[in-house]
């Protein structure tokens, strides 16, 4: 059984940083490519960014580049976002996902951790 557990969120100033963490666990995700996404008050699931567990290739949403960035952890079996320079419009809950690499659906999503920026 797939679990993905997100964790990190919290109430931060505008400019401030945050990191997120998702732990991965039940099987082996050598093969799965992980996802963010964040929903922010009365708006859709977004595409935040995602890092292909096999090679660490990762991709960021273009309005996110340059403050948003990807990464893992082999040993841990966890991926992060780094969050720099944040701003109120960043304000959602943000959800880790996972999909098998020759999906194009993400089967797997955690129950996501609440970021609040606060001006």
């Known amino acids: 059984q797939v679990q993905l557990v997100e964790s990190g969120g919290g109430l931060v100033q505008v400019g401030d940083s945050l990191r997120l963490s998702c732990a991965a666990s039940?099987?082996?995700?050598?093969?799965?490519?992980l996802g963010w996404f964040r929903q922010a008050p009365g708006k859709e699931r977004a595409f935040v960014g995602r890092?292909?567990?096999?090679?660490?290739?990762?991709v960021v949403t273009d309005s996110m580049k340059g403050r948003f960035a990807i990464s893992k952890d082999n040993a841990r079996n966890a991926i992060y976002l780094q969050m720099n320079s944040l701003k109120p419009e960043d304000t959602a809950v943000y959800y880790c996902?996972?999909?098998?690499?020759?999906?194009?659906?993400?089967?797997?999503w955690g129950q996501g951790t609440q970021v609040i920026v606060s001006s």
């Open positions: 996902a996972a999909r098998p690499g020759d999906s194009l659906r993400y089967n797997y």
């Open positions: 890092i292909r567990w096999s090679d660490s290739s990762t």
């Open positions: 039940g099987r082996t995700f050598s093969s799965y490519t």
